[in-house]
């Protein structure tokens, strides 16, 4: 995967929790993702199409994604139900969103988000795929963020 | 959800069991999903966009994924790695990719797969899309996909 992917991603989910979250983050240092490594206890998933393909992971403590639904719902829910799995969608869509706007040239499209919950899954890519993880440490706890993205062949 | 989008899923589901795995479905009857149900422990998940936007997870108990990859690559993997994983996408992708030649006039394209493993993760839809189960039997024990799709707003 091409690194110059990356940042959008990077600066899309920075505006998505500062702007909208009013959540500071810190950046941490990107890797490659292999192997199956637990995700967090939520992942907000989408998938992109268009002149490449991809998927993009949003991982959330527990505490960071009751937090995200608190400040998007303005109202605590007492523990992971639809509200906070729609929350946790919708802020997926919207870093996906922002990131596809700043990858023009790819004419990304994204799929609706779908949303893991349950302690220990796994999410696993495509292995011809080099996902990215970037963590972030946020107040609310560690947020990571996976993108895979690959171009699409060419058809002649 | 419309009722006609449904059966082009359950049509390439049954086609890539019984001619590229070689193993019989015997179709249950199909029911709208709520609440948090558990999945099967691997669950292959495809984002589809275009003129409608939506996800597909094919879900697989842990024999019928082993035998999933089995048929796929002709050796028995001891357990649920990432060659069971890409065996799993690859299905998931084909699925997907054979009913979005039956619905051409939506012009959808797939994102990568991904594959959740794990017991007792849950996959929810975003709330406001009505998501279908279709369950299926197997020898290799129950298979079931879902399908969430819903129509993309015209843009002006």
């Known amino acids: 995967m091409k690194a110059e992917y990356i940042n959008p991603f990077l600066l899309s989910t920075v505006s998505a929790f500062e702007t909208m979250l009013h959540c500071p983050l810190t950046r941490g240092t990107p890797y490659i993702k292999n192997g199956h490594q637990p995700s967090h206890e939520v992942s907000g998933v989408i998938g992109l199409s268009g002149k490449a393909q991809g ?7 527990r505490e960071a994604a009751l937090s995200v639904a ?22 997926t ?13 790819l004419n990304l499209s ?26 972030f440490d946020s ?13 699409t062949p060419a058809v002649a």
């Open 55 to 61: 998927t993009v992971v949003v991982g959330l403590g």
């Open 70 to 91: 608190e400040a998007m719902l303005q109202e605590r829910q007492p523990e992971i139900n639809a509200d906070v799995t729609d929350a946790v969608g919708e802020l």
């Open 139 to 151: 107040p609310w706890g560690p947020v990571t963020v996976e993108v895979g993205l690959v171009e």
């Open 110 to 135: 994204v799929s609706l988000p779908s949303v893991i919950t349950g302690r220990n899954h796994c999410i696993q890519f495509p292995s011809r795929v080099t996902p990215i993880c970037i963590p």
């Open 93 to 105: 869509n919207i870093i996906a969103g922002r990131a596809k706007s700043d990858l023009e040239h």
